[in-house]
């Protein structure tokens, strides 16, 4: 009976089984019900792959089913994963238009990716079908700030402080935008409504403290941050801010005592020592961080947040040595740390290894996707190794990960800035000085994007902004002599300068600008002058030494300049400026041969600079060594195959040599489409065309690099050659005699131009 009951018994367990299954799917509201609740189950755990896994398989059962769908991007949000999250509410709204967590959800999405038309639809959708959606109005009016729009953003933020008449940041948010608009007094009294419903709210007495301080109101600034620290007295926030206004002011006793305060407040707390030394690095005063640091140490041994930071101090002071000890051991203490795998990467950038750095930075965004420090330090790496693209699209990606992100902003208006894009510039500057109103260097930032643009009123109205936040700093009276000096209002440039100079006369970014201004104004040998004072006083200032080696160029001591820049080699062997700064002189004396020795030095430094590679490729070329000009330029692609300038140069070489010109031509034509407006990569585009016969399709293009620089002698005799060979002798002629004229060409142009002339 035993052997009997053996052989049934898997039959048994197979009928059953399907009994089972076939009880599944005969139900399947409870089997997608039973998945939907996995899921959530494992969403409150924070297990968001497996939660992932249940809500798909309640989609298998059910490929309508709306709340899954929601719940699915719910757990892709959860992951950083913003694509896939905004498929699955595109589902969940496709199948129920009226679900309104999922177009919230889909706004911010739309917010975050700066599609702030799609934000405000989103946001007015829900506004009709539920009126007093706190969440909606919040959208709207973040969306109505991104396009510039703060008149009816402001509608939006008042509707959010009848909504929620208890939430301090509802009144913050209002006094911001009331702010951009100059509505001063309402700004005003919104402030202090925060503070009177939260008063222990570090965020409002911070914001209204800041607003008095703007209004040039210190005393009730004063005033705001000592009640805020009477109610919350553990804020170490309120102790910075209170110092920062004093340090401002330059009551430099009074902002330490306020440091002390705090020090006594919470000796053992290490936030407290940190927040401390924090305060010291923005002063400048890297001894006294590094000592407060260390003083968290001693409170909290192997405080990764605290040795995190001594070691972006060791990068930002150039103490190397320090620097690679720390990196070294926090890469065994905690190699799975974020922001260690960061400052690991920011280590080997700072070594000149970009490539290393790069590829370290890129593991660490590949691990962490969604860090906004890993993709913001990553687009640094490629924006020191001169990748733009790279740099700006990771920029962008730290600012998706973590909206409104200051130092990405900051970035982004200086990036645009270098690029000559002033009005894209402006969009993140302005962002930064609404959202912080009294930070003084986001109003320098953004005169200076504004004087850019040509927006003389905008970009005073700013620095002067700044110079009331803070009337002695030495930087903002720098800028505001600068901004002068470009008006040509000489005297109130000069006394800014003096200024400047008399507030920090240590700090190297206050001379410079002045120096520069001499120079301009035919006044090198004052600039020399005020150049040998600053060494004198800092011999090991590197950037002094730059600054009086270029002043002596400038006043036509050739030798007294190179000796400068040789002094600031002596005392960093890695500085690559003054390396260039040695080369471009022998350059220009016509010593090629020394000036290819002084930029191969600086290459050592930076091997994967493609820059420099290229630089060094055209000395080639201009001694007409094709074959190793073409070293170089390819060493630059190898280290950037989209390098614009290496690209055509590669493909003049082809065409100089007439070899190779189908490789030639698309090398050129890549370069063209990144480099649309540079005449010299047309130039190079036409005439590779030309070596290959295409004359009539070089012709415009030539047309349009004589158009653009008339005064090159190669356009000239280019665009000669080109109308000869299809027959416009007389027009072609012209040219190649203009060029002629002109004494530019090399000798092997300047015959054949002749030979043309002669035979046509």
């Not at 063209?672 to 004359?695: F, H, N, R």
Request: glycine share 4%; hydrophobic share 40%; proline share 4%.
């Amino acid at each position: 009976m035993r052997r009997f009951a053996n052989k049934l018994a898997p039959a048994f367990i197979l009928v059953c089984a399907a009994m089972v299954f076939c009880a599944c799917t005969t139900n399947p509201q409870k089997a997608k019900a039973k998945y939907l609740a996995a899921g959530k189950n494992y969403m409150k755990k924070g297990d968001y792959g497996d939660a992932v896994v249940e809500f798909r398989n309640a989609l298998r059962i059910d490929p309508r089913f709306v709340e899954a769908y929601y719940q699915l991007a719910q757990a892709d949000l959860a992951q950083r994963d913003w694509s896939t999250a905004y498929a699955a509410l595109e589902k969940a709204i496709e199948l129920d238009a009226n679900r309104i967590d999922a177009r919230l959800d889909r706004g911010r999405l739309y917010l975050a990716a700066r599609q702030f038309d799609g934000a405000e639809e989103e946001a007015n959708f829900i506004i009709k079908q539920e009126p007093n959606n706190v969440g909606s109005y919040q959208l709207l009016g973040a969306a109505l700030i991104g396009q510039q729009k703060p008149e009816p953003a402001l509608v939006s933020f008042v509707k959010i402080t009848e909504l929620l008449p208890n939430d301090p940041n509802s009144y913050v948010n209002l006094a911001l935008v009331e702010i951009s608009l100059r509505r001063f007094n309402d700004a005003e009294q919104h402030l202090e409504k925060a503070v009177a419903v939260d008063p222990k709210s570090v965020q409002a007495n911070i914001d209204l403290a800041n607003f008095y301080h703007l209004q040039n109101k210190t005393t009730e600034a004063e005033q705001t941050l000592q009640t805020g620290i009477r109610n919350n007295p553990e804020a170490a926030p309120l102790y910075i801010d209170w110092a920062n206004l004093l340090s401002n002011e330059g009551k430099t006793r009074e902002a330490d005592a306020v440091i002390d305060k705090l020090r006594a407040q919470a000796p053992k707390s290490a936030e407290a020592a940190m927040a401390i030394g924090d305060y010291y690095v923005k002063r400048r005063e890297q001894d006294k961080a590094l000592a407060e640091y260390q003083r968290g140490l001693s409170v909290s041994s192997s405080n990764l947040a605290i040795e995190r930071r001594m070691e972006e101090l060791y990068l930002g002071s150039n103490r190397s040595d320090q620097a690679a000890q720390l990196d070294a051991q926090l890469m065994k203490q905690a190699p799975k740390d974020v922001l260690v795998g960061v400052n690991h990467g920011r280590f080997l950038a700072a070594q000149n290894r970009l490539l290393d750095a790069i590829t370290s930075l890129q593991k660490t965004v590949k691990a962490f996707p969604d860090s906004a420090q890993a993709h913001y330090y990553l687009a640094l790496a490629y924006w020191q190794n001169e990748s733009i693209g790279q740099a700006n699209g990771e920029l962008q990606e730290a600012l998706r990960v973590s909206p409104g992100l200051p130092q990405a902003l900051l970035s982004l208006a200086q990036l645009n800035l270098s690029q000559n894009r002033a009005s894209d510039a402006q969009v993140y500057a302005q962002e930064l000085v609404q959202k912080f109103p009294a930070d003084v260097d986001y109003h320098l930032l953004l005169g200076v994007v504004c004087m850019h643009e040509g927006h003389a009123r905008r970009a005073e109205e700013q620095l002067l902004a700044a110079k009331r936040l803070a009337p002695n700093n030495a930087v903002v009276h720098a800028d505001l002599g600068q901004f002068y000096a470009a008006k040509r209002k000489a005297a109130d440039a000069e006394r800014e300068f003096q200024i400047a100079l008399q507030l920090d006369a240590s700090n190297a970014a206050v001379l410079s600008p002045y120096a520069d201004y001499l120079v301009a104004g035919q006044r090198a040998p004052r600039a020399v002058v005020l150049a040998q004072q600053f060494v004198a006083s800092n011999p090991t200032n590197i950037a002094g030494h730059v600054i009086l080696g270029t002043a002596q160029l400038a006043a036509r001591n050739e030798t007294a300049a190179k000796a400068e820049f040789e002094r600031a080699i002596q005392i960093d062997p890695k500085n690559v400026e003054a390396y260039l700064r040695t080369g471009k002189i022998y350059q220009e004396e016509n010593q090629i041969e020394a000036a290819i020795e002084e930029y191969q030095k600086a290459l050592n430094v930076r091997p994967e600079f493609a820059p420099l590679c290229t630089m060094v490729g055209n000395l080639y070329l201009e001694q007409g060594d094709l074959e190793t000009a073409r070293k170089y330029y390819q060493k630059a692609l190898n280290i950037d195959p989209n390098f614009s300038v290496a690209l055509a140069n590669t493909a003049w070489v082809d065409a100089a040599e007439s070899k190779d010109l189908d490789v030639g031509l698309s090398m050129a034509q890549k370069a063209k489409s990144q480099m649309p407006e540079v005449p010299s990569i047309t130039d190079t585009l036409a005439w590779v065309m030309y070596q290959k016969g295409e004359y009539a399709g070089a012709i415009p293009l030539l047309e349009d690099c004589v158009e653009k620089s008339p005064d090159a002698a190669q356009f000239h005799y280019h665009l000669g050659m080109a109308l000869v060979a299809v027959g416009q002798k007389d027009r072609g002629k012209a040219q190649l005699q203009t060029a002629l004229d002109m004494n530019q060409l090399r000798n092997a142009e300047r015959n054949q131009a002749r030979q043309a002339l002669l035979n046509n």
